[in-house]
Nanobody
Framework: QVQLVESGGGSVQAGGSLRLSCSGS????????MGWFRQTPGKEREFVAT????????SYARSVEGRFTISRDNANRMAYLEMNSLKPEDTALYYC???????????????WGQGIQVTVSS
């Protein structure tokens, strides 16, 4: 089991950058693939990025590819989402999540953080 807590959200102007952090608890953190998802009111939670347990393999949604970078530090039980060239349409509640397999399907994720708000103004 793992507990996840996001930090680093906030408000930024279009074109700016933010770095989200996800802190994991428990000795099994490195056994999980980590993912970032986001959700806006009235819409389903959508996939943003995911990273495998040890190989460094990553996958991104087309809407963020080339602008966002996911990474992890297993020794410190952390996952990160570096967000550059932010757009107003990136405004959402961002969640980190843990899955036994690398996946873009939110149904594969067993553990979720509480979410953190990112607001991008034009």
């Amino acid at each position: 089991q793992v507990q996840l807590v996001e930090s680093g959200g906030g408000s930024v102007q279009a074109g700016g950058s933010l770095r989200l952090s996800c802190s994991g608890s428990g000795p099994t953190f490195s056994t999980f693939a980590m993912g970032w998802f986001r959700q806006t009111p009235g819409k389903e939670r959508e996939f943003v990025a995911t990273i495998a347990q040890w190989s460094g393999r990553t996958s991104y949604a087309r809407s963020v590819e080339g602008r966002f970078t996911i990474s992890r530090d297993n020794a410190n039980r952390m996952a990160y989402l570096e967000m550059n060239s932010l757009k107003p349409e990136d405004t959402a509640l961002y969640y980190c999540a843990a899955s036994p397999v690398i996946s873009a399907d939110r149904g594969s994720y067993d553990y979720w953080g509480q979410g953190i708000q990112v607001t991008v103004s034009s």
